[in-house]
């Protein structure tokens, strides 16, 4: 792809790769006139700007120079220094050197000239800076002249050996070793390149062809190896590009050959050193792969001779190139579309002639008009790699690797890359507050670890919340639970005392007073007013009239005196009376005590008295209904209460043992959860289960789904802070959840020999044998009701010769069924009509029987599609053979089948119809059935109960009658359908198979489903049952909730939504998750697919669905998408809508 282009007749060069912006310099080339003919020259410096779409170069400087320049070299000399831009070195005629400041060259102030010097004899040809030392430059010119120049002392150049070459020789090329400071190499017209070592001022190796027919126009040195380097040949007899390696200096690595003609200049790329550019006098350049020797990128043919190729320093991808007829263009080897040039090319000079007018379109020769496509790089080149990467691993790891800090020139060759694995902590104080949690759990020290808390906390809230877990673990739980709501016994005797004292000195004397006298007689009165009403019923014995009596007349202490006396039904409707006429501040309270409604109470008391209703709970509850009232109250104060009761509300969960309840109602008060709030949390809860564990045992704890996601939560956390060990004994050992059992295995393999010695975890995924035969499915569909019936064909008048076709196959896994395969067959005639009629074959033929092709090709390797042990097919009436003496090759003979099984001799009448053959007198011959004979189940299957078979009758002989192969039609099967016997003609394949019937066969011929009406002689025959109504089952019980919730969800829904699309998606969701209920009618989701629905149907109800959510990709995540992608979406979907109509 064509990016900038100049027209100028000019050398050029590139900035150096420290430069930014990127420039590009060019100098009047001394090889090429223009019609004026004049000698003078002009350096310019040129910005490259790639933001630019258009193809033109900015010019940033200019100036005119005394001569012509046959190249240019931009060194890095100077750029330390504030605002330079390095030093260009130009060679030009008569052995003139100039070098140039390129700061003043930009800024046009200063003179831009630093020296010239004129001390080669001829023209300076080849130029090049010492990578390593930017102060010393290298010019060659003729008659073998090599100086090398001291940019700081510029009066003296230093010579590297005597003039050795014999005849002396232009230098057409220069190059500095790219890993060895003081390595130098020239290359020359007669084919050779000369090494020179500057340390011993001469040269130490020449490299040259044999064929004597290389002319070397260029040189380059490997970026990395530093023995290698590659000379080019500009003679059109041999236009190669020769790899020379300076320890096998006899004959060159490689050579390449793609130029038709002599090639003129190459260029190694720094960025990637697998990549090489070449230009030649074939007016092309390519770009090659020296790895592979191939060309990998071509550019289209120029229109004349390319003399100069560089790549761009700064931007690998960018290379330019330097042409005869006054052109230097830049491309990218990220190839594209050439046409797409030639279209911005023409827009550009059509939108200059319309003059406001649209030319017509333009009429272009198709052979023109094709594209010339620049193919890509095949591999992607080096400076696309990753030089430096990091990434992070399971257990906080830290996984590095990057560019070795040494300069490049100090590396040893091969370089080893290193990796690093670092551990990262991030969280100290997490760290340190989950390792004395950790201690404590370990030493069994909490009640000096709660008794830290307590006295480290300022917030009242938390502060109440350690006290009460700390309780948790002691003796009396509720009598101190009583004291922490500010109820106690000792205190109320205190109050009570005092007060009873003040009052008790006047009626003590009034007893004191008291005077025994004589008794005075009392009388009853029978008077008409309440006394005497009263007197009359209490002597007719009728205590409940009296009792109204006293209510009417307000003496409740009366009345509830007789009611005591009346039973416990009088007194307690004289109570509900009482309490009805009697209102007072108390009477409420004094109801719950009599009544001991405790859950009315919970649902009916004032929130404000949350304290004294916990109270109550602990003074008289019992022991079942207690943690069960204790979650009520809580919930009722999360749900009714502000945020403040919702924080309250945690102490009736630790009251009650609901760690579950604990976790979901801390995390409504932290949405977004830090890892010192997690910390706070597990801390509580791993307190809270160790005092269920002192209460009910360790088996007597579990944990719910929101537990299991904070514990989880919390073990990931803690192993991406590198504690490993710390992490995996916080994960309970009994939990068969697989998030917990998937991270336990990986908690274990990730601590290496930490855990020598211990028991690996069980593999927390389902194991798949990877290319197993699919023989269970045929034994599942077995126990489901098949089984093997043989059909034995009906009599003939024609008796023939039959022998077993058995193909042994060595059973995959023995068999206790194994022994009681092998039984006698009875002799068995159907009734009915004949079913078939042999053909009559003319003399001389012989009989052959109808063998299916892979039967005949494969018989060896049929499967045992059935798993079942022993022979397949199935022992049974085998297909019929020919005789003896006419046995097909691929059969099993009378004597090896006598062999392999242990059979009998019988004699079965009757034809076969599935062979054609001539009559023969009957013989015997060992055939095998199951007990009882044909249509019997094989006994080397696994034993069925209640399965029947039905002998054939004549509709079935009409049935099994042959027809032509022309007449084979579908026909719908019935819905009780018994697959016919071996296959004898073409099969035609089924469309649907009704309910309960087998679904798929194995392709073996004599056991896949024939057409109707094909004879048939082995068969599966199904289970005998009535057709099955495709109405659904009802739930079961412990699954209603979830419907209720849907569907209850779906009508909140719809009643909310406003917008016609969002109802049409709820209306599409409620048939949707028709197979969820269908799924849980059958039962066959996992348990922990249904816990997770459960959980998310309580989020429903709850009106939590942001925790629903969450919830729902934890079930997601950890199950099998076979499993549940038939509702799930679906459930997702429906949530989130709810969320958003709710928010």
Same mark, same amino acid.
């Given at each position: 792809?064509?990016?900038?282009?100049?027209?100028?007749?000019?050398?050029?060069?590139?900035?150096?790769?420290?430069?930014?912006?990127?420039?590009?310099?060019?100098?009047?080339?001394?090889?090429?006139?223009?019609?004026?003919?004049?000698?003078?020259?002009?350096?310019?410096?040129?910005?490259?700007?790639?933001?630019?779409?258009?193809?033109?170069?900015?010019?940033?400087?200019?100036?005119?120079?005394?001569?012509?320049?046959?190249?240019?070299?931009?060194?890095?000399?100077?750029?330390?220094?504030?605002?330079?831009?390095?030093?260009?070195?130009?060679?030009?005629?008569?052995?003139?050197?100039?070098?140039?400041?390129?700061?003043?060259?930009?800024?046009?102030?200063?003179?831009?000239?630093?020296?010239?010097?004129?001390?080669?004899?001829?023209?300076?040809?080849?130029?090049?800076?010492?990578?390593?030392?930017?102060?010393?430059?290298?010019?060659?010119?003729?008659?073998?002249?090599?100086?090398?120049?001291?940019?700081?002392?510029?009066?003296?150049?230093?010579?590297?050996?005597?003039?050795?070459?014999?005849?002396?020789?232009?230098?057409?090329?220069?190059?500095?070793?790219?890993?060895?400071?003081?390595?130098?190499?020239?290359?020359?017209?007669?084919?050779?390149?000369?090494?020179?070592?500057?340390?011993?001022?001469?040269?130490?190796?020449?490299?040259?062809?044999?064929?004597?027919?290389?002319?070397?126009?260029?040189?380059?040195?490997?970026?990395?190896?530093?023995?290698?380097?590659?000379?080019?040949?500009?003679?059109?007899?041999?236009?190669?590009?020769?790899?020379?390696?300076?320890?096998?200096?006899?004959?060159?690595?490689?050579?390449?050959?793609?130029?038709?003609?002599?090639?003129?200049?190459?260029?190694?790329?720094?960025?990637?050193?697998?990549?090489?550019?070449?230009?030649?006098?074939?007016?092309?350049?390519?770009?090659?792969?020296?790895?592979?020797?191939?060309?990998?990128?071509?550019?289209?043919?120029?229109?004349?001779?390319?003399?100069?190729?560089?790549?761009?320093?700064?931007?690998?991808?960018?290379?330019?190139?330097?042409?005869?007829?006054?052109?230097?263009?830049?491309?990218?080897?990220?190839?594209?579309?050439?046409?797409?040039?030639?279209?911005?090319?023409?827009?550009?000079?059509?939108?200059?002639?319309?003059?406001?007018?649209?030319?017509?379109?333009?009429?272009?020769?198709?052979?023109?008009?094709?594209?010339?496509?620049?193919?890509?790089?095949?591999?992607?080149?080096?400076?696309?790699?990753?030089?430096?990467?990091?990434?992070?691993?399971?257990?906080?790891?830290?996984?590095?690797?990057?560019?070795?800090?040494?300069?490049?020139?100090?590396?040893?060759?091969?370089?080893?890359?290193?990796?690093?694995?670092?551990?990262?902590?991030?969280?100290?104080?997490?760290?340190?507050?989950?390792?004395?949690?950790?201690?404590?759990?370990?030493?069994?020290?909490?009640?000096?670890?709660?008794?830290?808390?307590?006295?480290?906390?300022?917030?009242?809230?938390?502060?109440?919340?350690?006290?009460?877990?700390?309780?948790?673990?002691?003796?009396?739980?509720?009598?101190?639970?009583?004291?922490?709501?500010?109820?106690?016994?000792?205190?109320?005797?205190?109050?009570?005392?005092?007060?009873?004292?003040?009052?008790?000195?006047?009626?003590?004397?009034?007893?004191?007073?008291?005077?025994?006298?004589?008794?005075?007689?009392?009388?009853?009165?029978?008077?008409?007013?309440?006394?005497?009403?009263?007197?009359?019923?209490?002597?007719?014995?009728?205590?409940?009239?009296?009792?109204?009596?006293?209510?009417?007349?307000?003496?409740?202490?009366?009345?509830?005196?007789?009611?005591?006396?009346?039973?416990?039904?009088?007194?307690?409707?004289?109570?509900?009376?009482?309490?009805?006429?009697?209102?007072?501040?108390?009477?409420?309270?004094?109801?719950?005590?009599?009544?001991?409604?405790?859950?009315?109470?919970?649902?009916?008391?004032?929130?404000?008295?949350?304290?004294?209703?916990?109270?109550?709970?602990?003074?008289?509850?019992?022991?079942?209904?207690?943690?069960?009232?204790?979650?009520?109250?809580?919930?009722?104060?999360?749900?009714?209460?502000?945020?403040?009761?919702?924080?309250?509300?945690?102490?009736?969960?630790?009251?009650?043992?609901?760690?579950?309840?604990?976790?979901?109602?801390?995390?409504?008060?932290?949405?977004?959860?830090?890892?010192?709030?997690?910390?706070?949390?597990?801390?509580?809860?791993?307190?809270?289960?160790?005092?269920?564990?002192?209460?009910?045992?360790?088996?007597?704890?579990?944990?719910?789904?929101?537990?299991?996601?904070?514990?989880?939560?919390?073990?990931?956390?803690?192993?991406?802070?590198?504690?490993?060990?710390?992490?995996?004994?916080?994960?309970?050992?009994?939990?068969?959840?697989?998030?917990?059992?998937?991270?336990?295995?990986?908690?274990?393999?990730?601590?290496?020999?930490?855990?020598?010695?211990?028991?690996?975890?069980?593999?927390?995924?389902?194991?798949?044998?990877?290319?197993?035969?699919?023989?269970?499915?045929?034994?599942?569909?077995?126990?489901?009701?098949?089984?093997?019936?043989?059909?034995?064909?009906?009599?003939?008048?024609?008796?023939?010769?039959?022998?077993?076709?058995?193909?042994?196959?060595?059973?995959?896994?023995?068999?206790?069924?194994?022994?009681?395969?092998?039984?006698?067959?009875?002799?068995?005639?159907?009734?009915?009509?004949?079913?078939?009629?042999?053909?009559?074959?003319?003399?001389?033929?012989?009989?052959?029987?109808?063998?299916?092709?892979?039967?005949?090709?494969?018989?060896?390797?049929?499967?045992?599609?059935?798993?079942?042990?022993?022979?397949?097919?199935?022992?049974?009436?085998?297909?019929?053979?020919?005789?003896?003496?006419?046995?097909?090759?691929?059969?099993?003979?009378?004597?090896?089948?006598?062999?392999?099984?242990?059979?009998?001799?019988?004699?079965?009448?009757?034809?076969?119809? *599935? !062979?054609?053959? =001539?009559?023969?007198?009957? &013989?015997?011959?060992?055939?095998?059935?199951? %007990? /009882?004979?044909?249509? $019997? +189940?094989?006994?080397?299957?696994?034993?069925?109960?209640?399965?029947?078979?039905?002998?054939?009758?004549?509709?079935?002989?009409?049935?099994?009658?042959?027809?032509?192969?022309?007449?084979?039609?579908?026909?719908?099967?019935?819905?009780?359908?018994?697959?016919?016997?071996?296959?004898?003609?073409?099969? *035609? !394949?089924?469309? =649907?198979?009704?309910?309960? &019937?087998?679904?798929?066969?194995?392709?073996? %011929? /004599?056991?896949?489903? $024939? +057409?109707?009406?094909?004879?048939?002689?082995?068969?599966?025959?199904?289970?005998?049952?009535?057709?099955?109504?495709?109405?659904?089952?009802?739930?079961?019980?412990?699954?209603?909730?979830?419907?209720?919730?849907?569907?209850?969800?779906?009508?909140?829904?719809?009643?909310?939504?406003?917008?016609?699309?969002?109802?049409?998606?709820?209306?599409?969701?409620?048939?949707?998750?028709?197979?969820?209920?269908?799924?849980?009618?059958?039962?066959?989701?996992?348990?922990?697919?249904?816990?997770?629905?459960?959980?998310?149907?309580?989020?429903?109800?709850?009106?939590?669905?942001?925790?629903?959510?969450?919830?729902?990709?934890?079930?997601?995540?950890?199950?099998?998408?076979?499993?549940?992608?038939?509702?799930?979406?679906?459930?997702?979907?429906?949530?989130?809508?709810?969320?958003?109509?709710?928010?």
């Amino acid at each position: 792809m064509k990016l900038k282009e100049l027209e100028r007749p000019a050398v050029q060069v590139w900035s150096p790769a420290s430069q930014c912006p990127v420039y590009l310099a060019t100098g009047t080339s001394a090889q090429q006139l223009d019609a004026s003919f004049s000698t003078n020259g002009t350096l310019e410096i040129f910005e490259v700007d790639f933001r630019d779409p258009s193809l033109d170069l900015k010019r940033k400087g200019v100036l005119s120079a005394s001569s012509r320049f046959y190249k240019l070299i931009w060194g890095s000399f100077g750029n330390g220094l504030l605002e330079a831009s390095g030093v260009i070195a130009g060679g030009g005629n008569n052995g003139m050197l100039t070098l140039y400041n390129v700061t003043h060259i930009l800024s046009s102030g200063k003179e831009p000239v630093i020296a010239q010097r004129q001390k080669h004899t001829g023209a300076v040809r080849a130029l090049d800076f010492n990578p390593f030392q930017g102060h010393l430059l290298a010019t060659g010119a003729s008659d073998s002249e090599i100086f090398i120049w001291d940019l700081n002392n510029l009066n003296v150049p230093m010579t590297p050996g005597s003039k050795s070459q014999q005849p002396p020789e232009d230098i057409k090329a220069l190059a500095w070793n790219r890993q060895v400071q003081h390595i130098l190499a020239s290359a020359h017209p007669s084919g050779k390149a000369v090494v020179w070592d500057l340390r011993k001022n001469e040269p130490i190796i020449k490299v040259s062809d044999h064929s004597n027919r290389m002319h070397s126009s260029g040189l380059a040195w490997h970026p990395e190896i530093a023995t290698q380097l590659v000379l080019c040949s500009e003679d059109d007899r041999l236009p190669v590009i020769q790899l020379w390696d300076l320890r096998f200096a006899s004959s060159p690595l490689k050579v390449l050959e793609s130029h038709s003609r002599g090639i003129l200049s190459v260029s190694w790329s720094q960025a990637d050193p697998e990549l090489l550019l070449s230009s030649a006098k074939d007016n092309q350049i390519l770009c090659w792969n020296l790895g592979s020797g191939e060309v990998v990128y071509k550019l289209p043919t120029q229109s004349s001779w390319c003399f100069d190729v560089q790549w761009c320093p700064r931007d690998p991808p960018v290379f330019s190139a330097a042409s005869f007829d006054g052109w230097i263009s830049l491309y990218s080897v990220m190839g594209r579309s050439w046409e797409v040039q030639q279209i911005r090319q023409a827009d550009k000079i059509s939108s200059s002639f319309s003059k406001g007018q649209p030319l017509p379109p333009l009429q272009v020769p198709e052979q023109v008009a094709q594209a010339s496509l620049i193919p890509p790089l095949q591999k992607p080149p080096k400076w696309m790699r990753r030089p430096a990467g990091v990434s992070f691993a399971f257990g906080g790891k830290l996984v590095t690797f990057g560019l070795p800090s040494t300069p490049a020139h100090q590396v040893p060759q091969p370089c080893l890359r290193l990796v690093f694995v670092s551990q990262v902590t991030t969280e100290s104080e997490f760290l340190r507050r989950s390792a004395e949690l950790q201690e404590s759990l370990g030493s069994g020290n909490l009640l000096n670890y709660c008794q830290n808390k307590i006295e480290l906390t300022s917030l009242q809230s938390e502060k109440m919340l350690w006290q009460f877990l700390k309780v948790t673990l002691e003796q009396d739980s509720r009598v101190k639970f009583l004291k922490l709501l500010g109820y106690s016994k000792d205190e109320l005797q205190k109050k009570a005392s005092k007060h009873i004292t003040e009052e008790a000195s006047a009626s003590s004397t009034f007893f004191d007073e008291l005077v025994p006298q004589s008794m005075t007689p009392w009388e009853i009165p029978i008077t008409e007013d309440t006394d005497g009403l009263l007197s009359q019923a209490l002597l007719l014995g009728e205590l409940g009239p009296a009792v109204e009596l006293c209510l009417k007349e307000e003496r409740f202490a009366d009345a509830i005196i007789l009611a005591q006396a009346g039973g416990a039904d009088l007194l307690k409707q004289t109570q509900e009376c009482y309490w009805a006429k009697k209102k007072s501040r108390i009477s409420s309270l004094l109801a719950c005590v009599v009544r001991k409604n405790w859950k009315d109470m919970v649902c009916t008391c004032s929130l404000q008295n949350w304290r004294e209703a916990l109270a109550l709970l602990l003074t008289y509850s019992g022991p079942e209904k207690f943690p069960e009232l204790c979650d009520m109250l809580g919930m009722r104060m999360e749900q009714e209460g502000g945020r403040a009761l919702t924080s309250e509300a945690r102490l009736c969960y630790v009251c009650s043992g609901n760690v579950e309840q604990l976790v979901e109602c801390w995390a409504k008060c932290h949405q977004a959860s830090s890892p010192l709030a997690l910390q706070d949390l597990m801390e509580k809860v791993m307190v809270l289960n160790r005092s269920l564990e002192l209460l009910r045992g360790p088996d007597g704890v579990s944990s719910g789904p929101a537990t299991t996601y904070r514990v989880t939560q919390y073990a990931n956390l803690l192993a991406a802070q590198g504690s490993l060990a710390t992490a995996m004994s916080y994960l309970p050992r009994d939990c068969t959840q697989p998030p917990i059992q998937q991270l336990r295995d990986r908690l274990f393999h990730a601590q290496g020999s930490g855990v020598m010695g211990q028991q690996c975890p069980p593999f927390p995924f389902p194991r798949i044998v990877v290319g197993a035969t699919p023989h269970s499915k045929e034994t599942s569909s077995y126990r489901l009701g098949f089984q093997f019936s043989h059909q034995v064909p009906t009599p003939s008048l024609r008796p023939r010769i039959f022998t077993p076709l058995v193909t042994p196959l060595t059973p995959s896994h023995s068999s206790p069924y194994q022994s009681s395969r092998m039984h006698n067959i009875s002799d068995y005639r159907s009734p009915g009509p004949q079913a078939a009629q042999p053909l009559p074959l003319g003399p001389g033929v012989r009989p052959a029987l109808f063998e299916p092709p892979l039967l005949r090709e494969q018989k060896a390797q049929v499967p045992n599609p059935t798993g079942f042990p022993g022979t397949w097919p199935p022992p049974g009436p085998p297909p019929p053979m020919a005789p003896p003496d006419t046995i097909q090759p691929g059969s099993a003979s009378l004597a090896e089948t006598a062999q392999q099984l242990p059979l009998l001799p019988v004699r079965l009448p009757g034809p076969s119809p *599935m !062979s054609f053959q =001539s009559p023969a007198p009957p &013989v015997s011959f060992p055939v095998t059935h199951p %007990p /009882g004979g044909p249509g $019997a +189940p094989c006994s080397n299957a696994l034993p069925t109960t209640g399965l029947s078979t039905v002998p054939p009758g004549p509709q079935d002989s009409l049935k099994n009658a042959p027809v032509p192969r022309t007449n084979l039609q579908r026909k719908k099967l019935p819905e009780t359908f018994m697959p016919p016997a071996p296959i004898t003609t073409p099969v *035609m !394949s089924l469309t =649907s198979e009704p309910r309960g &019937v087998l679904s798929s066969q194995p392709s073996v %011929p /004599g056991v896949g489903h $024939a +057409p109707p009406g094909a004879p048939g002689e082995l068969s599966l025959q199904l289970q005998q049952r009535p057709p099955e109504k495709v109405e659904r089952k009802e739930l079961p019980p412990e699954h209603r909730s979830l419907k209720i919730s849907f569907d209850k969800l779906l009508r909140r829904c719809s009643l909310s939504a406003a917008d016609l699309k969002t109802k049409r998606k709820l209306d599409e969701a409620a048939q949707r998750l028709e197979c969820l209920y269908e799924k849980l009618c059958q039962g066959t989701l996992s348990p922990h697919v249904l816990a997770g629905l459960h959980e998310v149907a309580r989020c429903v109800d709850a009106g939590s669905f942001e925790q629903g959510l969450a919830v729902h990709a934890q079930v997601v995540g950890c199950s099998s998408f076979s499993e549940v992608s038939s509702f799930m979406p679906v459930l997702k979907a429906v949530l989130t809508i709810a969320h958003k109509l709710h928010t």
